[in-house]
């Protein structure tokens, strides 16, 4: 680049630069004493030259003055810095108005010097971090940029001194119905060194930032705040190299950011990465914690992962096999992760794409197997259609012939499942493994209650006929030894019912292990021994046409029925068992 073209360049620039150099001066807590601000002719300060032309010590040279519990500094152009020492960098010649501010519990007081500066930097012209940032000499207009939205983790947050992705990172979108976020610009111009941020009258900020007096109207949306900010004022942005780090600092008369209002600490951003196209800031929030920013160059288009993906026949019977072949990675982006769902409740899951995903199918039928590839950018969903023609050698069946479906807590719910004396819900299934891969199940828990049970009753005017389907099945999770009682009765009897009971146990065979838990009514008595009326004994219930139909409404499920000491806990699913009628008279 000519000499000539900076000089032109220069009579355009008259913003300056600092940084604060070591950590604020506190001799006094704002709570030691009530003491009134010194006046400006008691206050002083020196300026000093610094590692090179460009660069100068300021100092605060008073610190006996006892109250004071800040030093600030507003170097004559919106820069700012705070601290009883900080270092200021002029690459550029002119006259600023240098303005030292110290605060006490009553009050402050401010000093102003002139200072003026005859080199010129010329090395930030060169500098690669400043050409990304700006788009150097040559953009005029400078170089606008926002928030990377289509980026995992394009904001994020962490500890402090972490990288800023433990505790959370934000998906691609995520934050799409906030509505205010993702269509906010901000512009880095070397003319002048300004910032320019435009938010179209809204921004999106943290939760301490929404009391700021720039902004009004906060509404929480999406785990954060949305604030109208009409007018953002243009700001100044510096650069400084410490060590192998490079540091944005951002400051103006209205709050100024990189499009999301983290309240960085001092304004001031580490750069992590920042290349032609993207961005990678990371701050201290005003929370305290690690706060990070994706951003990317305004109107680029992101290439595309893309990669083959196939599904075939694999070794043994009923297995099919996911393959990922010439997987194509533009430069920055990645691949974070694979999942297939098989269409029968087995979802696998890889950290790569380099393993074949495979899986053996127990039951004939036709799936739709979903494969999705996670990237940094968007991802890559495919489905297939699956025929599996047989059964698997292995596959036990579980609904027998004339049986139905009552309740899967998926998808089929004949009727709810409730419970008396111990709470059942809906829950994550513990174990998706075969037999039963279900998404959800249902937990019972009875808690010194002797006989607390989950049952279901049937609609009003509804009865099991257990007369040629007389066996009831339910998948079983829980601690070995632990018996399921499954119970029949009749809920006509209101306090009575359960005289009419009959009843078939189950013993758990092994901890945490689905099993298929039958029960098998067929010679099963009902009632007592009593020989007396309402309810006499009944040897078989299936074979008894008062029981064996128009009679039974509800089943339950006992986990060690009478044991009512400490906390019983098991699992059940796919509830099924006989046909269920509707009653053929007025009897309710």
Same mark, same amino acid.
């Given at each position: ?6 000089? #032109? ?76 020492? %900080? ?77 800023? /992705? ?60 949305? %604030? ?64 990070? /920013? ?58 790569? =794409? ?151 146990? =189950? ?16 010679? /099963? ?22 029981? #064996? ?9 006992? %986990?060690?029925?009478? #044991? ?25």
């Amino acid at each position: 680049m000519k000499k000539a073209k900076y000089f #032109n360049l220069i009579w355009g620039l008259f913003l300056a630069m600092a940084f604060v150099a070591c950590e604020p001066f506190q001799e006094d807590k704002p709570e030691a004493g009530y003491v009134q601000p010194p006046a400006s002719s008691e206050l002083d300060f020196s300026i000093t030259p610094g590692t090179d032309n460009f660069r100068f010590n300021l100092e605060f040279t008073k610190p006996a003055i006892h109250g004071v519990y800040q030093v600030s500094w507003n170097l004559g152009n919106s820069a700012s810095a705070t601290g009883s020492k %900080v270092t200021a960098y002029y690459p550029l010649p002119g006259e600023y108005t240098i303005t030292m501010t110290i605060k006490t519990n009553m009050g402050s007081s401010s000093i102003s010097k002139k200072w003026t500066t005859t080199k010129t930097d010329y090395s930030i012209f060169n500098d690669p971090v400043t050409i990304a940032l700006s788009g150097g000499v040559e953009a005029l207009e400078g170089k606008t940029w926002a928030i990377d939205s289509l980026a995992k983790g394009h904001l994020s947050v962490g500890p402090v001194g972490t990288d800023g /992705t433990l505790w959370w990172q934000a998906g691609p979108l995520e934050k799409k119905d906030a509505l205010v976020l993702y269509d906010d610009r901000i512009t880095f111009k070397l003319d002048g060194f300004k910032a320019i941020y435009v938010n179209h009258g809204k921004s999106f900020v943290k939760g301490p930032r929404r009391t700021d007096p720039a902004y009004s109207n906060p509404v929480s949306t999406t785990g954060d705040w949305a %604030v109208d900010y009409p007018n953002p004022q243009p700001g100044s942005w510096s650069l400084e190299k410490r060590g192998d780090k490079n540091f944005l600092k951002l400051a103006g008369p209205t709050p100024i950011y990189p499009c999301y209002d983290a309240g960085a600490k001092n304004g001031e951003y580490e750069i992590l990465s920042i290349d032609e196209n993207f961005m990678d800031l990371l701050c201290t929030d005003v929370e305290g914690n690690a706060w990070r /920013t994706k951003l990317i160059r305004a109107g680029y288009v992101k290439p595309l992962v893309t990669m083959d993906i196939a599904i075939a026949a694999g070794a043994g019977i009923n297995s099919q096999q996911v393959t990922f072949s010439n997987a194509v990675i533009p430069n920055g982006e990645s691949v974070t992760g694979v999942k297939v769902d098989f269409g029968d409740g087995t979802v696998e899951e890889s950290a790569t =794409y380099s393993t074949p995903v495979s899986h053996t199918y127990m039951r004939k039928g036709n799936y739709t197997v979903t494969v999705t590839v996670f990237t940094s950018a968007d991802n890559i969903v495919k489905t297939f259609p699956v025929a599996i023609a047989a059964n698997h050698p292995d596959y036990v069946p579980f609904l027998l012939d004339m049986m139905v479906m009552y309740n899967d807590f998926s998808e089929v719910i004949l009727a709810p499942v409730q419970g008396q004396d111990c709470s059942v819900s809906v829950v994550a299934n513990p174990s998706r493994t075969y037999p039963n891969k279900s998404a959800y199940v249902a937990k019972s828990v009875k808690v010194n209650q002797q006989f607390g049970n989950a049952y279901m009753k049937l609609p009003a005017g509804y009865r099991f006929d257990i007369r040629t389907q007389h066996v009831f099945k339910a998948m079983v999770y829980g601690k070995a030894g632990d018996v399921i009682l499954m119970k029949l009765e009749n809920t006509d009897k209101g306090g009575d019912a359960w005289f009419t009971g009959t009843e078939k146990a =189950y013993t758990i065979k092994k901890d945490n292990t689905w099993e298929v838990a039958e029960f098998d009514f067929a010679g /099963t008595p009902a009632g007592f021994d009593w020989g007396w009326w309402p309810n006499p004994f009944r040897p078989d219930v299936t074979k008894d046409d008062e029981l #064996n139909h128009d009679y039974y409404d509800v089943v339950r499920l006992f %986990v060690n029925s009478g #044991n009512g000491e400490g906390t019983h806990t098991f699992y059940f699913d796919d509830l099924a068992g006989p046909h269920v009628e509707g009653l053929k008279s007025a009897r309710k």
